[in-house]
């Protein structure tokens, strides 16, 4: 089945714990990127990669770092978390930049 | 920058009843998508417009961009509980979406009662 995979969906963590949020595509998309959702926000891109080892910053990318080493895999990473990263985080891929993008089934975060 | 407004905010139909959600851009639209979303899960694709005038349907939901190309609507006929969710439009940013960087509006949240 095509799709878009995260791991963990859910996670609590403390202020200044690193940690890292997997996402994965097995769907040969050259194209990836990270989205967070908040309340009275919407949802914001992070990151996003054209292709392996391309990455570029969005909207909102303080405090997140992304690895694209792998076409499938696009992890993100929170070096030291704060309460502010408080969000519902969204991976999603598609072909080309310009095509229609699948997203991932989330990945709940709360920072204490 | 580019925005989208999304009307209503919230929506609560008996079933059965049509209803109608609006995007509004407050720039030219490159690319369109609608995607519904269930509470605390993923995006689910709906469907995409790009060219003035196009209207798509899938099922029960049909979706319109206008000729202008800065509102489209989502009309769901006969809805059902499956309907109930939040409906999100996004557009491609004002680089026509080079960076790929999809502009969302903040939602409608539909419910439907049996």
């Known amino acids: 089945e095509a799709q878009v995979t995260q791991n963990p969906r859910y996670l609590i963590t403390v202020t200044g714990k690193k940690l890292t949020v997997t996402c994965s595509q097995n769907m040969n998309h050259e194209y990836m990127s990270w989205y967070r959702q908040d309340p009275g926000l919407g949802l914001r891109q992070i990151y996003y990669?054209?292709?392996?080892?391309?990455?570029d910053k969005g909207d909102v990318p303080e405090g997140y770092k992304v690895s694209r080493k792998e076409k499938r895999n696009f992890p993100l990473i929170l070096e030291s978390p704060s309460p502010n990263q408080t969000s519902l985080y969204f991976c999603?891929?598609?072909?080309?930049?310009?095509?229609?993008?699948?997203f991932g089934p989330g990945t709940r975060l709360l920072v204490l | 920058s580019q925005e989208l407004e999304q009307s209503p905010q919230s929506l609560i139909v008996q079933e059965g009843k049509n209803l109608t959600i609006n995007c509004t851009s407050s720039?030219?639209?490159?690319?369109l998508y609608w995607y519904k979303q269930k509470y605390g899960e993923g995006l689910i694709f709906l469907m995409m417009?790009?060219?003035?005038?196009e209207e798509k349907s899938h099922e029960k939901i049909t979706a319109k961009l206008d000729e202008k190309k800065q509102q489209s609507s989502l009309h769901i006929t006969a809805s059902q509980p499956s309907h109930a969710g939040i409906y999100l439009c996004?557009?491609?940013?004002?680089?026509?979406?080079?960076?790929?960087?999809?502009?969302f509006g903040k939602g409608t949240k539909l419910s439907v009662k049996p």
């Open positions: 990669s054209m292709n392996v080892e391309v990455t």
């Open positions: 999603a891929s598609s072909l080309l930049s310009q095509e229609t993008q699948y």
């Open positions: 996004g557009a491609d940013d004002e680089y026509g979406g080079s960076q790929g960087n999809l502009i």
């Open positions: 417009l790009q060219k003035g005038g």
């Open positions: 720039k030219t639209l490159y690319g």
